[in-house]
């Protein structure tokens, strides 16, 4: 086994760590406070407290009341049920739009809204990554149910105008959910203000558990649910509760909010002195999508003249940890749709690797990690050349 200290690890988009007080607050609710919270009893009623301060503090840290989250198995979820909510909510209403850089998790639920007789709208992006507002509004059709835009992207960290995109998607009358998944505990989040009707969220994103995640919706936003059964959720989401895991969301949620301001700013400067380093120690290095404006812990990386699987295979072996692109494209030999989207020439695209930096990074991490990139880089372009010997930095 590899111990942790041993890692230097660059992939807090694909999951985070957990954060040693999301782990004290989650034990007893493991062990001592078992009780189911549904009960009628005062040993259940205990732990259904629990459960209702998480979910105020994840109300808290998007800035809406704790009746509005729906607590569920993680963002894949969150997003399914927000899609499948607005179809139910208009069944005359066969047309979604979204956007063709989305996460898996709504991409291939729309390729497969496709093939039950639905429309779907792919609006594209710039080269930089940026959405195409002008294609985003005229896809808007009268039979159109749902808009669904993320608001950063997981695999570049590009942000789009969710301010705006909100207010289109008002103005024409059309529900709008978003994707926050990659956005919360990285930049503020005030849902009053974007006029949002649903936003997912993921506690392993921000240092929480794996396998727990909520979707707000809008209190005037009607609501149809995914999964029934008992009426747990307000009867908007079946299944005994996760209990221990939104324990531990709730506290992921608290600490992110208080550390909010001191982290955006440390891990965009861990992130850009990064870049500025690989910039200095490679030649044939190019940041995606990093001209427009972006998450500040996301790096986005193509090279020149390798090829990003055996990349990872070497990084593996020296202990950095990074990916090829979405944790859930992993194993895939599909190049990055979001960088295909971006029509990035296919040398870069097939030398792209994407590190994203979270709250336990440090600047030693960087130092760390640079000269051990770049060997691998010249190793690769050095095999690719015919084994000529690596050229020094």
């Known amino acids: 086994m590899i111990e942790p200290d041993q890692i230097i690890y660059l992939d807090n988009n694909a999951t985070t760590q957990l954060d040693p007080a999301v782990v004290e607050e989650m034990v007893p609710y493991l062990s001592r406070y078992y009780g189911n919270p549904s009960s009628g009893y005062t040993f259940g009623a205990q732990v259904r407290q629990a459960v209702e301060l998480a979910r105020e503090?994840?109300?808290?840290?998007?800035?809406?009341?704790?009746?509005?989250?729906?607590?569920?198995?993680?963002?894949?979820?969150?997003?399914?049920?927000?899609?499948?909510?607005?179809?139910?909510?208009?069944p005359d209403r066969r047309h979604v739009v979204t956007t063709a850089v989305e996460h898996s998790a709504v991409l291939r639920h729309c390729e497969q809204l496709r093939q039950r007789g639905y429309d779907v709208t792919f609006v594209g992006v710039e080269e930089s990554g940026e959405l195409r507002l002008d294609e985003l509004e005229s896809a808007i059709r009268p039979d159109t149910a749902l808009l669904?835009?993320?608001?950063?992207?997981?695999?570049?960290?590009?942000?789009?105008?969710?301010?705006?995109?909100?207010?289109?998607?008002h103005r024409r009358g059309v529900l709008f959910h978003t994707?926050?998944?990659?956005?919360?505990?990285?930049?503020?989040?005030?849902?009053?203000?974007?006029?949002?009707?649903?936003?997912?969220?993921?506690?392993?994103?921000?240092?929480?558990?794996?396998?727990?995640?909520?979707?707000?919706?809008?209190?005037?936003?009607?609501?149809r649910p995914l999964l029934f059964g008992g009426g747990q959720e307000n009867n908007r989401r079946a299944g005994t509760e996760n209990v221990a895991s939104i324990v531990g969301f709730g506290k992921a949620a608290e600490r992110?909010?208080?550390?909010?301001?001191?982290?955006?700013?440390?891990?965009?400067?861990?992130?850009?002195?990064?870049?500025?380093?690989?910039?200095?120690?490679?030649?044939?290095?190019?940041?995606?999508?990093?001209?427009a404006s972006r998450l500040p812990n996301t790096s986005s990386l193509s090279f020149r003249g390798i090829e990003s699987g055996a990349a990872l295979i070497l990084l593996d072996q020296d202990n950095v940890c990074c990916?090829?692109?979405?944790?859930?494209?992993?194993?895939?030999?599909?190049?990055?749709?979001?960088?295909?989207?971006?029509?990035?020439?296919?040398?870069?695209?097939?030398?792209?690797?994407?590190?994203?930096?979270?709250?336990?990074?440090?600047e030693s991490d960087v130092d760390r990690s640079v000269p051990v990139i770049r060997r691998v880089v010249e190793r690769l372009r050095a095999l690719s050349a015919g084994g000529a010997p690596p050229v020094a930095a």
Do not use: Y
């Open 148 to 169: 669904s835009v993320m608001w950063a992207n997981n695999e570049t960290g590009v942000l789009f105008p969710l301010e705006r995109v909100a207010e289109l998607a």
């Open 323 to 362: 990916s090829a692109g979405s944790a859930c494209r992993t194993g895939s030999h599909e190049a990055s749709h979001v960088l295909r989207a971006m029509k990035i020439d296919n040398e870069r695209l097939r030398g792209s690797l994407r590190f994203s930096f979270g709250r336990f990074n440090t």
């Open 57 to 90: 503090r994840v109300a808290a840290l998007i800035g809406c009341t704790a009746g509005e989250i729906i607590f569920t198995s993680g963002g894949t979820e969150s997003n399914n049920t927000a899609v499948n909510s607005a179809l139910q909510l208009a």
């Open 179 to 223: 994707d926050a998944v990659q956005t919360a505990g990285k930049l503020p989040i005030g849902v009053r203000n974007l006029r949002v009707n649903s936003l997912s969220l993921s506690a392993h994103k921000i240092h929480g558990p794996k396998g727990v995640g909520a979707l707000f919706v809008h209190r005037t936003t009607p609501f």
């Open 256 to 291: 992110a909010l208080a550390a909010l301001a001191d982290e955006i700013g440390r891990v965009r400067l861990l992130r850009d002195k990064f870049e500025t380093a690989m910039r200095d120690s490679v030649d044939g290095m190019f940041v995606n999508g990093g001209s």
